[in-house]
Nanobody, 127 residues
Framework: QLQLVESGGGLVQPGGSLRLSCAASGFSLDYYHIGWFRQAPGKEREGVSYISNISNRDGSTVYGDSVKGRFTISRDNAKNTVYLQMYSLKPEDTAVYYC?????????????????WGQGTQVTVSS
């Protein structure tokens, strides 16, 4: 069974940091492009960040405009895990964060292009 499990969410004050993890089971993330998405209540799912699979060997990344310069995506192939390091968090970053995987998408943050999804982890930025 192909499964993604997010963790690391929680409550943090504005200006704080969190690191989200996306661990895969049942398959290797090496051959998958990974995206992080978020969805706030009443809003559409938004693409946050993307990292290419290792087959492309370029480790290229993409960031949504709202998180550029504050979030960093990375992958640990030995742990079969992708991370999203979030700095300088703002109240508007509050959402459920999801990771997703696709074998075919490239430099793409359109949710419908991804076919394996985790269950999400809540991030709340509030004082």
């Amino acid at each position: 069974q192909l499964q993604l499990v997010e963790s690391g969410g929680g409550l943090v004050q504005p200006g704080g940091s969190l690191r989200l993890s996306c661990a895969a089971s049942g398959f290797s993330l090496d051959y998958y492009h990974i995206g992080w998405f978020r969805q706030a209540p009443g809003k559409e799912r938004e693409g946050v960040s993307y990292i290419s699979n290792i087959s492309n060997r370029d480790g290229s990344t993409v960031y949504g405009d709202s998180v550029k310069g504050r979030f960093t995506i990375s992958r640990d192939n030995a742990k079969n895990t992708v991370y999203l390091q979030m700095y300088s968090l703002k109240p508007e970053d509050t959402a459920v964060y999801y990771c997703a995987a696709s074998e075919s998408v490239y430099h793409n943050l359109l949710p419908y292009e991804y076919n394996i999804w985790g269950q999400g982890t809540q991030v709340t930025v509030s004082s």
